[in-house]
């Protein structure tokens, strides 16, 4: 096939060819650069600035923006609630999703089993908007149907105003969240456990190892790549958080539930310190850039493999 | 953790040396795991339906009723509950979603297409620096440059119109299309080609009329992907679309949620029905999404 290949690019040798064929990459390419790279160059610039979307007036003030951030109270729990938003999301979404797939794979009959995967990812299919709106219903003190539960199973005790206290509203986003996208990882993660040689499993049975071992054993090394590289896109997706946060609790109440995405919209278009905004823009594209840089190494060892 | 995982890489062999003694136990107790984990699995299978079913049943409540018992079913079902938010504004935000997703659809399908088949199969100068441009954007999430890109969208006069949120989709899904569609047509042969271009066909001929149909799996994936995407995006659409006619569900519906304060069944029904399409498009091409996530993810 490389050799086919190369006689197909021999033919085309020709300088004006070449332009011509380049035309095929060229929208991609300008979109990239215009869309994507210049932003986040520019946004980086504009994090050294002081401005007003109102006012034409910009100030250089170096790394002020940053020092702001650092003795900022709601940006260190803007970033705590991103990071217990990408534990937790770990946790079920790689950890517990992990266990499922390998059980379902495991347990239950294929047709059956394919039932259950299409079930379990539909929230996914599903805006964050429409989950969130839902979940803001379902979180209520009095009608909600947490505190319903929690009173018919006679757990009262524990019945809360979940959205409403500065203690558990993130946690309540965070659940909505793991309750929206466990399925999503599911469904990847079965699709690695199915690439698991069988002979491996059978082999081991016949040893008499029993399902939990084989799945330490067998399943969680196997399937590391794939666990790998999950754990860097839900870490990433967990500082990009934006959509639930805002319609669930606006980051409220009192801030107790800011995260990184929703303190840049309010600090950029409520409080108008533009520059600001941009540095915490900068903040984040720098965590997310960073586990970005992770899983491309991540891949790129696993293709020298 | 990474610890255990190294010391368990040869565990495979491992395991066959060391056996666990047989006993009674084994012969009950798959059954009884068994049994456990059909439970989990059904609960967890309630606890993702149910909510979503109550959800489209209370549309059909009265507000009286959703607070006084949530969980029964609709006494008598108010079908024009769904028909008030279908005029309250839903099918204005559908029309915006669809046209702001199938364009977007459209665009990245075609424009990552070509950059796949010019970067694969094409003799083009620099051909190495883009590709690395292509998908080392895929580790930039533009989100996090609201503040420059409202900004951009201004100068370019295209701020708070459809275009705005079409380019923006199309932009920042190219390179993970692109990379998708090219990793298919490297595992394509290439011998069609060939012929077709000995028999005289021009490259774009050949595009349309050999690589489009050969790659047709993975193309119908990436727009599956990219209709759940532009679908349900949020952030930009709120950032940059504020005239009220132009915006898409997601933006709309949490803007209705404010307007109708606490009209819950109209609220209720106005989710459901912005929730169906896409429901309805994963389970008839369920096999195209996982196709299409197993391809972008586990390569």
């Known amino acids: 096939m490389n050799a086919t290949t190369a006689t197909l690019k021999a033919r085309g040798v020709r300088p004006a060819r070449r332009l011509r064929h380049a035309l095929y990459a060229a929208p991609a390419l300008a979109l990239i650069a215009l869309f994507v790279y210049y932003p986040i160059v520019e946004n980086i610039r504009l994090s050294l600035y002081k401005y007003s979307a109102f006012s034409p007036v910009t100030r250089f003030v170096g790394l002020e923006n940053y020092r702001q951030a650092a003795q900022d109270p709601v940006f260190w729990q803007a970033l705590l609630n991103n990071i217990a938003y990408a534990v937790v999301s770990v946790v079920f979404q790689v950890g517990a999703a992990l266990v499922l797939a390998a059980a379902l794979e495991e347990l239950i009959g294929r047709r059956l089993r394919g039932v259950l995967r299409t079930v379990y990812f539909i929230p996914a299919a599903v805006s964050m908007t429409v989950t969130g709106l839902l979940f803001q219903f379902l979180y209520q003190p009095d009608a909600g149907m947490v505190n319903g539960a929690l009173r018919a199973v006679g757990l009262s005790s524990l019945e809360h105003d979940w959205l409403g206290d500065p203690g558990t509203a993130i946690w309540g986003v965070i659940a909505m969240s793991q309750w929206q996208s466990f399925g999503y990882t599911t469904m990847l993660l079965t699709v690695a456990v199915q690439r698991v040689p069988r002979e491996l499993y059978e082999s081991a049975h016949m040893d008499g190892a029993g399902r939990v071992r084989t799945f330490f054993t067998i399943t969680v090394p196997m399937v590391r790549e794939m666990t790998g590289l999950l754990v860097i896109l839900t870490v990433s997706q967990a500082f990009l958080v934006f959509n639930e946060v805002m319609v669930m609790t606006g980051g409220g109440p009192s801030n107790s539930s800011q995260v990184l995405g929703t303190w840049l919209y309010a600090s950029a278009f409520t409080g108008d310190d533009m520059g600001y905004a941009s540095a915490v823009g900068t903040v984040m594209f720098l965590i997310t850039f960073a586990a970005g840089a992770l899983q491309l190494i991540h891949s790129r060892r696993k293709a020298a493999q | ?299």
């Not at chain 2, 068994?34 to 109550?54: D, E, Q, S």
């Not at chain 2, 915006?96 to 459209?106: F, G, I, P, Q």
């Not at chain 2, 679309?241 to 304060?261: E, Y």
Request: aromatic fraction near 10%.
């Open chain 2, 1 to 299: 953790m990474t610890l255990t995982l190294d010391t368990e890489r040869s565990a495979p062999h491992a395991e066959t040396s060391t056996t666990t003694s047989p006993g009674t136990a084994r012969r009950i107790r798959p059954a009884v795991t068994r049994l456990l984990a059909c439970c989990v699995f059904a609960a967890l299978a309630v606890a993702v339906l149910y909510p979503l079913c109550w959800m489209a049943l209370s549309g059909l409540k009265t507000n009286g009723e959703i607070f006084s018992d949530p969980w029964s079913l609709p006494g008598e079902p108010h079908w024009e509950t769904y028909a008030d938010a279908w005029d309250q504004g839903v099918l204005r935000y559908l029309l915006n979603s669809a046209l702001v997703t199938s364009a977007s659809v459209l665009a990245v399908v075609l424009i990552s297409a070509w950059a796949a088949y010019g970067l694969t199969r094409l003799d083009i100068p620099c051909s190495q620096p883009a590709l690395l441009l292509v998908l080392g954007a895929m580790m930039l999430s533009p989100t996090v440059a609201l503040v420059p890109l409202s900004q951009l969208l201004q100068a370019l006069g295209i701020y708070d119109t459809y275009w705005a949120l079409i380019v923006l989709y199309t932009a920042f899904k190219v390179p993970f299309t692109t990379f998708l569609i090219r990793a298919y047509l490297l595992g394509l042969p290439t011998e069609v080609e060939e012929a077709a271009h000995i028999d005289g066909a021009s490259r774009w001929q050949i595009f349309w009329r050999v690589v489009v149909p050969m790659a047709r799996p993975i193309l119908v994936s990436a727009a599956m992907l990219q209709a759940l995407f532009a679908w349900n995006e949020y952030a930009f659409a709120l950032v940059f679309i504020t005239d009220d006619r132009l915006k898409t569900l997601p933006v709309g519906l949490a803007d209705m949620a404010g307007r109708l304060n606490s009209d819950w069944p109209m609220l209720f029904a106005g989710l459901t029905i912005a929730a169906l399409p896409m429901i309805v498009v994963f389970l008839l091409g369920q096999r195209h999404f996982v196709r299409g996530l197993a391809e972008g993810v586990g390569k």
